[in-house]
């Protein structure tokens, strides 16, 4: 069965075709491409990415114009269906503020852009994106931002702790983040953001090949549905 | 009518831009800043049509982000009164 996944595309996205190939490399078959301004995605689909870039200029604040453009209705509405939605990066930033992760990602605690490669721990294994990887295991993937500095109230990332939300944490300093906190989950597991970019650590030349677990799992996990 | 809306980072978030201002304020010989907070001012040109709760709703759902934000509007003129 051929996978079916979709590459949203805002005006101001830059790692929509990145993030294409990651998925046709991983899964044999190429993602639909869908433009923001579109109401309707592809029927029947497996697999949502919101990629990473500057979408909008990062007018007002990042991820928050791209939010509120017509698509992300149907993407709320297929990720409230159990659809598979992983953002990176300005996708992360569009997730939080479309409110189907919590949080907000604030400028970088040391006011600069950081980009380079950064080490990851593994804190779930369990969930659909992260299955293909070890509990507490390192992995490298590249990060580039400006505004990855994680932030939500003490109650919020209580709760985020306790049920095993926190997908991912930085093991160096990277941004400021809240608990290091580099990725997160929302409460059904179908949804994953990450500020770090899998995608960029899929093929040997990239450097490294430490995302390209995430992808197949996801292959796989509906390949076992 | 002109309506000002003022967004500020909640207390307790940390403003690094404030910070990097105070840092530079600093740097450049003003003593006496205890602190800086950067917000932003967002300047709305609106119908007398337009209420309270519109402006609220618009703060709500777009102008602020709730988890980090507050915002405060200031109407420029007196509201005129909305049957």
């Given at each position: 069965?051929?996978?079916?996944?979709?590459?949203?595309?805002?005006p101001?996205?830059?790692c929509?075709?990145?993030?294409?190939?990651?998925?046709?490399?991983v899964?044999?078959t190429?993602?639909?491409?869908?433009?923001?301004?579109?109401?309707?995605?592809?029927?029947?689909l497996?697999?949502i990415?919101?990629?990473?870039?500057?979408?909008?200029?990062?007018?007002l604040?990042?991820?928050?114009?791209?939010?509120r453009?017509?698509?992300?209705?149907?993407?709320i509405?297929a990720?409230?269906?159990g659809?598979?939605?992983?953002?990176v990066?300005?996708g992360f930033?569009?997730l939080t503020?479309s409110?189907?992760?919590p949080?907000?990602l604030?400028?970088n605690?040391?006011q600069n852009?950081?980009?380079?490669?950064?080490?990851?721990?593994?804190?779930?294994?369990?969930?659909?994106?992260?299955?293909?990887?070890?509990?507490?295991?390192?992995?490298?993937?590249?990060?580039?931002h400006?505004d990855?500095?994680?932030?939500?109230?003490?109650?919020?990332?209580?709760?985020l702790?306790?049920?095993?939300?926190?997908?991912f944490?930085?093991?160096d300093?990277?941004n400021g983040?809240?608990r290091?906190?580099?990725?997160v989950?929302n409460?059904?597991?179908?949804v994953?953001?990450m500020?770090?970019?899998?995608e960029?650590?899929?093929d040997?030349?990239?450097?490294?090949?430490?995302?390209?677990?995430?992808?197949e799992?996801?292959v796989?996990?509906l390949?076992?549905? | 009518?002109?309506?000002h809306?003022?967004v500020?980072?909640?207390?307790?978030?940390?403003?690094?831009?404030?910070?990097?201002?105070h840092?530079k304020?600093?740097?450049l010989g003003?003593d006496?800043?205890?602190?800086?907070?950067a917000?932003k001012?967002?300047e709305?040109?609106v119908d007398?049509?337009?209420?309270d709760?519109?402006?609220?709703a618009m703060?709500?759902?777009?102008?602020a982000?709730?988890?980090?934000?507050n915002?405060?509007?200031?109407?420029?003129?007196p509201?005129?009164?909305?049957?």
């Amino acid at each position: 069965m051929a996978f079916r996944s979709a590459v949203i595309t805002f005006p101001g996205s830059n790692c929509d075709r990145d993030m294409a190939v990651a998925l046709e490399k991983v899964s044999g078959t190429a993602p639909f491409r869908v433009w923001h301004g579109d109401a309707d995605l592809p029927e029947k689909l497996d697999f949502i990415a919101v990629p990473g870039g500057f979408s909008y200029g990062d007018y007002l604040r990042s991820g928050a114009m791209a939010a509120r453009s017509p698509i992300m209705n149907a993407v709320i509405d297929a990720a409230g269906k159990g659809v598979p939605v992983l953002g990176v990066c300005n996708g992360f930033q569009v997730l939080t503020e479309s409110g189907l992760l919590p949080g907000a990602l604030m400028r970088n605690a040391s006011q600069n852009f950081v980009c380079r490669t950064v080490p990851l721990k593994v804190e779930n294994s369990q969930s659909l994106f992260t299955a293909g990887y070890e509990a507490g295991e390192t992995i490298h993937i590249p990060v580039a931002h400006h505004d990855g500095n994680y932030f939500a109230d003490e109650a919020t990332l209580d709760r985020l702790e306790g049920e095993g939300r926190v997908a991912f944490r930085y093991q160096d300093a990277v941004n400021g983040s809240q608990r290091d906190i580099a990725g997160v989950l929302n409460a059904a597991g179908n949804v994953l953001g990450m500020m770090p970019h899998p995608e960029r650590a899929v093929d040997e030349r990239h450097g490294g090949m430490d995302g390209w677990a995430l992808f197949e799992n996801a292959v796989n996990a509906l390949a076992k549905a | 009518m002109k309506v000002h809306i003022h967004v500020s980072l909640k207390p307790g978030v940390l403003d690094s831009q404030g910070r990097a201002i105070h840092h530079k304020l600093e740097t450049l010989g003003f003593d006496g800043v205890n602190d800086v907070r950067a917000g932003k001012l967002i300047e709305l040109d609106v119908d007398d049509s337009v209420t309270d709760d519109d402006l609220d709703a618009m703060c709500q759902k777009l102008l602020a982000n709730m988890v980090i934000e507050n915002y405060r509007i200031e109407r420029q003129e007196p509201a005129k009164e909305n049957a």
